[in-house]
Structure formats: C-alpha cells, structure tokens
C-alpha cells in the first residue's frame, strides 16, 4: 500500500468533476456578472482512507466564461500542469449575492479522471461545486470520495478540490 500515493496522484486532476444538481442558489437576473477570461489554480488533496497518507495536486486553470443569462452561466475550461492536461465545459447558476451552485465542470479532452501507472480511479460519491464570485474573483470547492483500483490493489481516497480564479 504505500506504493498507492505515487500511483494516484494524476486521479486527483480535475477527471469526474461533474457535479449533481442539488443544492444551488436560486438564479437572479442581476446576477454578478462573470462572463470573461478567469485565470489560477485548482488544488485536489486526497487522503487515502485505508492508510491516512496525503497527496495535493495543484493545477493551472483558464475558463472562459462566455455566456450569462440572468443566473446562469456557461463557457470552456482547460487545466495544465502535470498530470492535469483536460479542458471541457463549465455550467453553473449564481444568484444576486455571487453565490454559485449546481457548478458543473464537464470533461471533453483528457481522461477522467486520469489513470495513473495501472491505476483507474471513479467517484463514489457524488461531489457538488458551490462557492462565491465577484466581478473579480470566484472560489469554488467541493469534496468526494474516490475508488481506486489497479495493481492488485483496491482503496479509498477522499478528495476536497477547491478553486481560486482572478478576472484577466
């Protein structure tokens, strides 16, 4: 088992980050306004459950926010920097207050999430971004629990995933 941290690291990129539907802010018309360039960082830690070992995976992040009606919002998004090369669609809701909710981070290029060295690795529970935005600022976070299995081995391992995005 204590081969597992090394092989998981790339399944803490941002591979099954889709979210359920539940629990968001009711969308508003005079929303903030979110539509443009985002630039920073998304940061998974997981704890492998059996062992309590950690492993942090930071990524780069752009989104291109392109559309916004009344509280909804769409746009691309695209990660970089080891193991978290993917890009795919964003979607979410954001009421008059930049509360988000229902934030839904699709995955269209890369593996999801990523294997690593033999390893495949699948949400187990189902993991819902909510957060706050500003006209120059959104946080995002959500956590989860991943299976992972591979190598003649099978573990858990919870992940909090958070993002720190600035207005370009």
């Known amino acids: 088992m204590k081969r597992a941290p090394v092989l998981i690291v790339a399944a803490f990129a941002i591979g099954a980050c889709g979210s359920d539907n539940s629990g968001g802010p009711t969308p508003s018309t005079t929303s903030v306004n979110v539509v443009g360039s985002w630039a920073g960082t998304q940061t998974a830690v997981g704890t492998i459950v059996q062992t309590g070992e950690r492993v942090t995976t930071t990524c780069t992040q752009i989104w291109a926010i392109t559309s916004q009606s009344g509280g909804q919002f769409s746009g691309t998004w695209q990660s970089s920097g080891g193991s978290c090369a993917q890009a795919g669609g964003i979607t979410g809701t954001i009421a ?4 988000l ?3 839904i981070l699709s995955v269209t290029s890369g593996a999801t999430p990523p294997p690593a060295n033999g390893l495949t690795c ?3 529970s189902s993991q819902a971004f909510t957060g706050i935005a500003s006209t120059t600022a959104i946080t995002l976070s959500a956590s989860d629990r ?3 299995s591979g190598l003649g081995q099978t573990f858990d391992v919870d992940r909090a995933i958070t993002f720190a995005m600035t207005k370009r």
Do not use: A, E, F, I
């Open 146 to 148: 991943l299976r992972c």
């Open 122 to 124: 699948s949400p187990s």
């Open 101 to 103: 909710g229902n934030v």
């Open 96 to 99: 008059s207050s930049g509360v």
